[in-house]
């Protein structure tokens, strides 16, 4: 079993940079789990803010979505506003990407900060109803949640809804349709959620990362957010390092460190390293050259064509067949679509078809070049990301494993280890 599969089964080291202005997700004390009296001696009562309050304190301090998207929080609550009508809020935790366990972190050791971000959403566009939405790993937080109702602590009642465990189940309209009762798959844009989402109302889908930051900003305020991080991206956020690290697990640090410093909060590499994923598997590949010298913000990473996505981190170590790595998620993701448009139905097949040919069966430069064609023609026309997504990790990792590439047109290979770093789940 590789190191990453036992980090995905909960192996989580929650190291902590130690700078307590970096957002205080995890702590001095990552090992800790804090049940409701805990939570409350560690960080106090919620303070009781009107809606107006909750939106100023999300815009002042800068705090962004981190499910992946970074969208300002801020905006997002203005539109769900501005939409009226009876809203509704969705805590998203439902992590379909494999690589990820930040999420999972978080409704396991601290929950209500989750809880907490919830209800000051919900207060913010005066919802009617809220929902947690989490795999059904996390249905322990039944009682957490019954346990806050009962201490009136909660004013807005909330549900925990269960997410499949599919990598699309967590795209926002996915998450809708899945709490409705139908299947977790995206819905064709538009309307936007924040506009007639769950039921037909105005719906705030949230990661849940996102919320239990609004919750820290909400009791020590946005001068303290702001004390770390970029101007642009402040505070700090959650990585699931794993890979060729020598402990693999969910770290935490500001905005902007390099991406060096974050491997070495996982304990840095066991290995030389070829390359390093960054955002999972509708993320990008960055060469091991590029990983020295990066920052993990979005601007600096624009650079190089990536972002912190929902920042899981994967360090590649030479010896591991980069194409190899590359045909296994590829025929997942084709898997994993929706199969509702021609995009995901036939394209994204027909690609993981052509990558396998180029990674294990000794083929010809018309695979490599039908390969690129076929890239081309699904992006930009599914009825959600997912075909782009899949495109960029691709595209990017054909970039980065160019040498290889061109070893398996020429028959060969540079692997020497048969390790599978990528975690994929069962196809059901």
């Not at 809606?51 to 203005?78: I, M």
């Not at 064709?188 to 919320?211: A, D, H, M």
């Not at 194409?323 to 036939?346: D, F, I, K």
Request: hydrophobic share 40%.
């Amino acid at each position: 079993m590789t190191a990453m599969t036992q980090t995905m089964t909960g192996n989580y080291t929650g190291n902590y940079t130690g700078n307590e202005a970096a957002g205080g997700l995890i702590g001095p004390q990552p090992a800790a789990v804090l049940d409701l009296r805990g939570h409350l001696a560690q960080h106090g009562q919620l303070p009781s803010l009107g809606p107006h309050d909750v939106v100023r304190l999300a815009r002042d301090a800068g705090l962004t979505g981190h499910g992946g998207a970074g969208f300002p929080l801020w905006r997002k609550l203005e539109a769900v506003i501005n939409s009226g009508g009876r809203a509704v809020v969705v805590a998203n935790g439902a992590e379909g990407e494999p690589a990820s366990a930040k999420d999972r972190w978080l409704l396991t050791h601290r929950p209500h900060l989750v809880l907490d971000g919830l209800q000051l959403v919900a207060r913010a566009v005066r919802a009617g109803d809220a929902y947690l939405y989490a795999s059904e790993r996390h249905r322990g937080l039944d009682h957490l949640i019954a346990e806050r109702r009962a201490a009136g602590i909660d004013a807005v009642r909330v549900e925990r809804a269960a997410a499949p465990d599919r990598f699309i189940s967590g795209e926002e309209s996915a998450a809708i349709n899945s709490i409705a009762g139908g299947l977790a798959i995206p819905s064709s844009k538009p309307p936007r959620v924040v506009e007639r989402g769950l039921r037909g109302r105005p719906t705030l889908v949230s990661n849940v990362e996102t919320l239990a930051l609004l919750a820290l900003v909400a009791r020590r305020g946005p001068a303290w957010f702001r004390s770390a991080g970029t101007a642009d991206f402040p505070g700090s956020m959650l990585f699931t390092v794993g890979g060729a690290v020598r402990h693999p697990g969910v770290v935490e640090a500001p905005h902007g460190t390099p991406l060096t410093e974050v491997l070495e909060l996982a304990g840095g590499p066991t290995s030389r390293l070829q390359a390093v994923l960054l955002g999972g598997y509708h993320g990008s590949w960055l060469t091991a050259e590029e990983a020295a010298s990066a920052a993990m913000s979005r601007s600096d990473l624009a650079a190089y064509g990536a972002s912190p996505g929902a920042g899981v981190v994967v360090a590649l170590a030479e010896g591991v067949c980069g194409l190899a790595e590359l045909s296994r998620v590829m025929t997942y993701l084709a898997q994993e679509s929706a199969g509702q448009c021609g995009p995901c139905l036939n394209g994204l097949p027909r690609i993981a078809e052509q990558v396998r040919s180029l990674a294990f069966d000794g083929t010809d430069a018309a695979v490599f070049t039908e390969l690129q064609r076929l890239s081309g023609l699904v992006v930009g026309r599914g009825a959600c990301h997912h075909p782009d997504g899949s495109v960029r990790f691709l595209r990017t990792g054909l970039r980065v494993f160019a040498d290889e590439v061109a070893m398996h047109l020429d028959r060969r290979c540079t692997r020497t280890s048969d390790d599978r770093v990528l975690p994929v789940r069962m196809v059901r």
